[in-house]
């Protein structure tokens, strides 16, 4: 089954191409567009692989249906712009390649997260969290063009972002553990890469148990800045080590007054609860997808 998002990718990976690159590679394909409403009557469906074209966003609608669903075995054609999901799976080729590497491909574990708060009950596939990333979001959704490179634009947000958005107080609990601080973001994830394919958690292990929380804080400022700006100029570099708590259970509460958070890539507005003293709770959801990655 392909499931395709068909705003992704260029004229190369449009519906007749991709399932032409799929079928000529000797395999039976069912095409479903994701601008339709049968895709997810068509996940009850017994099929040996179900393969995903799109960027996260398209990767992510999937995966938390399936959720719900009699799993099957999943891979991605990555043909969005940060592709993180992809990137956590070692799937971040051309669709030309990992079709021709399916019969040759291994299976990992993708354990997804699950966020429970007041008003609130879910399955994740990246981070929740708030702070910098999520005001970047919020940002960049202001003014983002049809045109527009979406990692170009995140990055150049989050280069301005690092200068001018203090600090917020937080409330953790972590594996029963209170930690109290100021935190320029705080993320808890269960890929190592975030937002426009930023490593905050490189330890991160997405067939794991256990959910990284990044805690960035003031000292951070420095290291972020001449990263976004060696990303901007084409020039690699790496980022250092930042404070990173593993846990098998995650208690988040922003205590700042007009606090927001985000699941993903959406914004959260959390001004319902947080007067109340609510707390957003992360761990690892019993779901466990295969992702089949080619060699």
């Not at 999943?74 to 079709?99: C, K, M």
Request: aromatic content about 4%.
């Amino acid at each position: 089954m392909l499931l395709h998002n068909s705003d992704a990718g260029d004229e190369d990976h449009s519906a007749d191409a991709i399932t032409a690159l799929v079928a000529n590679a000797g395999h039976e394909v069912a095409y479903h567009s994701l601008d339709g409403p049968d895709w997810q009557q068509a996940l009850v469906e017994a099929v040996d692989l179900v393969a995903i074209a799109g960027g996260d966003g398209t990767v992510r609608k999937v995966l938390t249906a399936m959720a719900e669903r009699e799993q099957a075995l999943v891979t991605v054609l990555p043909l969005g712009s940060a592709n993180n999901i992809a990137h956590a799976f070692g799937l971040g080729r051309s669709p030309e390649e990992l079709v021709a590497g399916w019969s040759t491909a291994t299976r990992r574990r993708f354990r997804l997260g699950d966020l429970r708060a007041p008003e609130r009950r879910e399955i994740f596939v990246e981070t929740v969290g708030g702070g910098l990333f999520d005001e970047a979001i919020k940002q960049a959704e202001g003014i983002e063009q049809d045109d527009d490179d979406k990692v170009e634009l995140g990055l150049r947000v989050l280069r301005r972002l690092v200068d001018e958005l203090p600090t917020q107080p937080w409330h953790l609990v972590l594996d029963g553990v209170e930690h109290h601080g100021d935190y320029l973001a705080v993320e808890a994830m269960v890929i190592e890469e975030t937002g426009p394919r930023v490593p905050l958690a490189p330890a991160a292990r997405p067939e794991d148990r256990l959910i990284d929380v990044v805690l960035v804080g003031e000292e951070d400022r420095q290291q972020l800045r001449g990263y976004f700006e060696a990303r901007l100029a084409d020039r690699p570099e790496p980022l250092s080590r930042f404070e990173v708590q593993r846990c098998l259970k995650a208690e988040l509460e922003p205590l700042a007054a007009a606090a927001s958070m985000r699941v993903d890539d959406e914004v959260w507005d959390i001004s319902s609860w947080t007067a109340t003293g609510g707390r957003a709770e992360v761990s690892v959801a019993p779901v466990v997808i295969e992702i089949l990655v080619s060699g």
